[in-house]
């Protein structure tokens, strides 16, 4: 079931997702070559909990860490490890979630390690490019299946992979709601947008192949082929004025924070 928000409530989900946008931009600022995955997920941690909030990946369905921390190849899920040293020319899919207020915000991006090659450069942002793209199909009236043909179309007209196993969701009270978000589809097909929806929209797109298996961890996505992947993500909420995007820098003591993600 798709829960409809009022302007009141998606008014107080802003504070979850400014929150969740100030954990991503400080995961982004330590993304250095040296500094393990763990190291970030555990300032994270600090950062959500010292101002009154929730690290919303914290233990959901045995998830062991704060943040996903996804290295290179690892498209999704990737587990903070103090045995993951980041190193120049790497990429780091950081997500972030928290519950603040009793509503979450959900948030992605990719960030470079150092300096990364063309090649992968033009993977990071043809994916913010393909994320910009669907938030602006999010408008009343228009069906999902325009937000994910904005991403698909983008991506595969530049060489790229777009993963199907994995998609965008419902966002509210909980992190994942009805109705699930893909990133390929033709346009007027699917369930139709209305005001008060709130959706995470997070394209994941390959430098390769888009095939991908999990790791036995049961949770890490990973490409068949090794080659980059990369995630961003907004937590978006379709207004009769337009798509608000929720994660998003807004006045408030955890919004001090310059650099990572936009």
Same mark, same amino acid.
């Given at each position: 079931? /798709?829960? *409809?928000?009022?302007?009141?409530? /998606? ?42 909030? $929730? ?11 704060? /943040?996903?921390?996804?290295? &290179? ?8 490890? !103090?045995?993951? %040293? ?15 207020? #009793? +509503?979450?915000?959900? &948030?992605?991006?990719?960030?470079? %390690?150092?300096? %990364? ?17 669907? $938030? ?5 009236? &228009? ?8 991403? !698909? ?18 966002? @509210? ?6 109705? =699930?978000?893909? =990133?390929?589809?033709?346009? #007027?097909?699917?369930?139709?947008? !209305?005001?008060?929806?709130? $959706?995470? /929209? ?16 049961? +949770? ?5 082929? @090794? ?10 909420? *379709?207004?009769?004025?337009?798509? %608000? $995007? ?7 003591? +955890?919004?001090?924070? !310059?650099?990572?993600?936009?």
């Amino acid at each position: 079931m /798709i829960r *409809i928000k009022s302007p009141e409530q /998606i008014e107080q989900m802003k504070s979850a997702g400014s929150l969740s946008k100030a954990a991503l931009r400080l995961a982004g600022s330590m993304a250095k070559p040296g500094v393990t995955t763990k190291e970030i997920d555990t300032a994270v941690e600090r950062f959500i909990r010292l101002h009154g909030a $929730i690290p919303t990946f914290k233990g959901y369905g045995g998830f062991p860490g704060s /943040i996903c921390a996804s290295v &290179n190849e690892q498209i999704v899920h990737g587990f903070p490890s !103090q045995k993951a %040293v980041l190193a120049e020319g790497d990429i780091l899919s950081v997500d972030t979630g928290a519950t603040f207020g #009793g +509503w979450v915000g959900d &948030n992605a991006w990719t960030f470079a %390690v150092g300096t %990364v090659s063309t090649e992968v450069m033009g993977l990071l942002e043809c994916t913010r490019d393909c994320l910009k793209a669907a $938030i602006e199909q999010a408008v009343p009236g &228009n069906r999902l299946g325009d937000v994910g043909f904005a991403v !698909q179309s983008l991506a595969e007209e530049n060489g790229y992979g777009v993963v199907r196993e994995y998609v965008g969701h419902g966002v @509210g009270h909980e992190m994942h709601e009805d109705p =699930n978000v893909p =990133n390929y589809g033709k346009r #007027g097909r699917g369930v139709r947008l !209305q005001a008060g929806m709130v $959706i995470a /929209i997070e394209p994941m797109i390959t430098l390769g192949t888009y095939s991908n298996h999990v790791l036995p961890n049961g +949770w890490t996505v990973v490409t068949d082929d @090794g080659l980059p992947a990369a995630h961003f993500e907004n937590t978006v909420a *379709i207004t009769d004025d337009g798509p %608000v $995007i929720l994660t998003q820098d807004e006045d408030g003591p +955890w919004c001090q924070l !310059q650099g990572g993600g936009q």
